[in-house]
DNA sequence: ACGCATTTTCGGAATGATTCCTAATTAGAT
DNA sequence: ATCTAATTAGGAATCATTCCGAAAATGCGT
């Protein structure tokens, strides 16, 4: 295993990497950085403000937006965008599997390889992936034992 | 093979289909149909827009947000949804991997199994797919060759 | 500890694709 | 030809995100 995936050594390793880059640690950021490290549950900006206003109670939206702009330029956490909703934030940066649950919106990881390589698709077209984005679409375990709809 | 993949097949299908189910087929309808029955470029509203008024030049953008939405209301065409950028449409209804091009935009077509199924996914996770959404982001083969960015 | 340059914060305005609203038009049935 | 429900068109509204400018704060050098 290369990274521990606690909490606590989350948080270190990304105060760390943006310290080495030169990053500002305010409180703001520190409140985000913290409750982001021990969340896989792909939080909104609006999830993340109303967490972190526990801490700052006066940071505001904009703040929240800068902060995950900065994360996501770092390659640190991965924008998961949609349209109709809002966009989320994922601290699993690898690529994996999001499942979307439509009822209750949870989104979860599908653990395990994902079955295609970018260099089998390049053999096979000549399309030179970069990045991917696997989601399956469909109801939770808790969703969809109390009725899909 | 299941269904012809031609212009004409394929068309002519849509607009049987619509009919059975009682909707009036306007001149606005018919060039949308017809446009995007021969069109494999996953194109956006506007794109649709623009392509309509050539056969119906005063056609609205209000009027092809609407057909779409009721195409695919019906299953007709599927919605691929994006948050920076206008969302696209594709005639190719069944599950498969698109190869969204980072330079030109263009979105094109892996063919070949989705090689996951959704069946494999709520065996492992008790999550239920009902719909799958697999995207590649990276540089299609002309954009590749003449420098990435 | 102090001052300084730069970055960050914050509130509000702007953005832009999509959705909503309403009145006028039209397809298709009788 | 008439009628009615569906469709169209244009404009307003929406809303998450981005942009803006001024005020505040960080962290470095001294
Ligand atoms: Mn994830
Ligand atoms: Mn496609
Ligand atoms: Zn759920
Ligand atoms: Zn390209």
Known sequence: MRHSTGQKDRES??????REKGYK???QRLAIIHLLAGDTSHPSASDVLKRARKRVPKISMSTV????DMLKREGLIRELEFYEKENRY????????????????????FMGEVPLSPTEV?????????GMRFEFYGYCRACK???KR
Request: one cysteine or more; aromatic letters at 6%.
């Open 13 to 18: 390793r990304l105060l760390r990497q943006l």
């Open 25 to 27: 640690l305010t409180s």
């Open 90 to 109: 994922d601290i699993n940066i690898s690529d994996h599997i999001n499942l979307v649950c439509r009822k209750c919106g949870k989104i979860e990881d």
């Open 65 to 68: 937006y800068y902060a995950l």
């Open 145 to 147: 034992n109390r009725g």
């Open 122 to 130: 390049e053999g096979k077209t000549g399309f030179r992936p970069e």
